[in-house]
């Protein structure tokens, strides 16, 4: 059997109620809400041959950077390979196999050529676009939605998801004022989107418009918080506006309730916690015993080597916890994963490891070490996946470490620099006032 889409996409071995838990599935995917693998599980239940529903489960798990769920990921597409396909659903089902086993940017391609013969392929669109994001793609996470765009129109199923995604590509390669203005069109069609909610947010944190970023926040937070499994990274968002003020407080009773108040153990949500806490170790803000209780959660995947991102905020929970022993579990694990034969491999060598290490250095009070290790891979780390306003933590580590060893050289330009980058930022303001004290003493 197959069905036929709005769009005149076929699904092979779909039946009219699996395909219709998979388009809920799929709406779920594209405001970041609900249920989607309850929902996907149920297609798969109505219809064992739809290839699809394997494929967007497989998806869904090896999406999570998870590396229990990428088991999951690779038994479906075991699942999907020997069903019947198109050969649009057979290009899925490769990109699939090539995500299960850590080939990132092979997947990537193949969703690509996918987009290319079918603007209207939602799913290409989105999974390319979110390993877009996991690898630091910043040109094709705008490019690949922009190229799809001119078949998209307002009344099309989706259409504000396509407006979403193409709001954070256009604010990753800076062009913010189209960014904003794409991302608020998506939300007027759905405010339930918490993909292009965030978008907006990155646009007013990459531009210090603290004030905006907070007002646009707070405005209707149901629409982006109910049922989102986007909330916490919201949330996170929302912090960073108050921590550029100096509101720690503030940003303490956000980490305290919807950022980590639940303690997920999930590594998605576990790296805006420890990005959170780490930003105000550096600003030598007391946090208590927060970071014990993040750390323990971090123990377990200390051995992964998964994905060099997360390892590198494990290694902040780690190290804000005091907790030697997991930090060098997880520095032999990226040992191993540089000798790999996946993409993380790279990912890890080239970014990962020497942040890690720098980490490990700044915790140590080896400031002058840890200036060292990063400043070769601040050009390139966007090799290692995350958004420019995940990575800034990089240079706010660099710029500390610096105004620590007491190199008033260095402190001074990379205050400049940052002054020039971000000159409404009153944390711009605070470092350039501490980079000159260093200077005059």
Same mark, same amino acid.
């Given at each position: 059997m197959a069905v036929k889409d709005a769009f005149g996409l076929t699904y092979c071995g779909a039946t009219e109620a699996g395909y219709s838990s998979y388009a809920r599935a799929v709406h779920e995917l594209q405001c970041f809400i609900g249920d989607p693998v309850g929902s996907i599980d149920r297609a798969i239940a109505d219809a064992p041959a739809f290839v699809m529903a394997h494929v967007f489960k497989g998806y869904l798990f090896g999406l999570a950077t998870e590396?229990?769920?990428? #088991?999951? +990921?690779?038994?479906?597409?075991?699942?999907?390979?020997? !069903?019947?396909? &198109?050969?649009?659903?057979?290009?899925?089902?490769?990109?699939?196999?090539?995500?299960?086993?850590?080939?990132? !940017?092979? #997947? #990537?391609?193949?969703?690509?050529?996918?987009?290319?013969? %079918?603007?209207?392929?939602? *799913? +290409?669109?989105?999974?390319?676009?979110?390993?877009?994001f996991f690898t630091g793609n910043a040109r094709m996470l705008r490019d690949r939605i922009g190229r799809a765009l001119p078949a998209w129109q307002k009344d099309m199923p989706g259409y504000h998801a396509i407006l979403g995604m193409q709001a954070f590509g256009l604010e990753e390669m800076g062009d913010y004022a189209r960014a904003e203005s794409f991302g608020r069109q998506a939300v007027e069609i759905e405010p339930r989107d918490g993909w292009a909610q965030h978008a907006v947010a990155h646009v007013m944190e990459m531009q210090s418009r603290q &004030?905006?970023?907070?007002? $646009?926040?707070?405005a209707n937070p149901d629409a982006w918080t109910k049922d989102s499994f986007l909330q916490i990274h919201n949330w996170w968002h929302l912090a960073?506006?108050?921590?550029? !003020?100096?509101?720690?407080?503030?940003?303490?009773?956000?980490?305290?309730?919807?950022?980590?108040?639940?303690?997920?153990? *999930?590594?998605?949500?576990? @790296?805006?916690?420890? =990005?959170?806490? $780490?930003?105000?170790? *550096?600003? %030598?803000?007391?946090? %208590?015993?927060? $970071? =014990?209780?993040?750390? =323990?959660? $971090? /123990?377990?995947?200390?051995?992964?080597?998964?994905?060099?991102?997360?390892?590198?905020?494990?290694?902040?929970?780690? @190290?804000? +916890?005091? !907790?030697?022993?997991? #930090?060098? &579990?997880?520095?032999? =694990?990226?040992?191993?994963?540089?000798?790999?034969?996946?993409?993380? +491999?790279?990912? &890890?060598?080239? @970014?990962?490891?020497? *942040?890690?290490?720098?980490?490990?250095?700044?915790?140590?009070?080896?400031?002058?070490?840890?200036?060292?290790? /990063?400043?070769p891979i601040r050009s390139i780390a966007h090799r290692f996946g995350g958004s420019h306003a995940q990575r800034d933590v990089i240079d706010l580590t660099l710029i500390e470490a610096a105004l620590r060893a007491g190199d008033t050289a260095l402190a001074r330009v990379l205050t400049a620099e940052r002054q020039l980058a971000r000159p409404d930022s009153p944390l711009s303001a605070l470092f350039s006032r501490r980079a000159s004290d260093l200077s005059e003493n």
């Open positions: 590396r229990d769920a990428m #088991a999951v +990921a690779r038994s479906s597409h075991q699942a999907a390979l020997p !069903l019947a396909a &198109t050969p649009r659903e057979a290009a899925h089902v490769a990109a699939l196999g090539h995500l299960a086993e850590g080939r990132w !940017l092979e #997947a #990537a391609r193949i969703l690509e050529d996918i987009a290319i013969d %079918g603007p209207r392929d939602a *799913l +290409a669109l989105q999974v390319g676009h979110q390993i877009d &004030t905006d970023g907070i007002a $646009w926040m707070r960073l506006f108050h921590y550029d !003020l100096g509101e720690t407080g503030e940003v303490l009773k956000l980490y305290d309730g919807p950022i980590y108040g639940a303690r997920s153990t *999930l590594a998605l949500n576990m @790296v805006d916690a420890s =990005a959170i806490l $780490w930003r105000l170790h *550096l600003g %030598g803000v007391d946090v %208590g015993d927060r $970071w =014990a209780a993040l750390a =323990a959660n $971090w /123990i377990p995947k200390a051995s992964d080597g998964n994905y060099a991102f997360n390892d590198a905020h494990a290694m902040m929970a780690f @190290v804000g +916890a005091g !907790l030697e022993a997991p #930090a060098k &579990t997880l520095i032999e =694990a990226q040992r191993e994963a540089m000798v790999g034969g996946d993409d993380n +491999a790279a990912f &890890t060598r080239d @970014v990962g490891y020497p *942040l890690a290490l720098a980490i490990r250095a700044f915790g140590e009070g080896d400031y002058d070490e840890a200036a060292r290790l /990063i400043r």
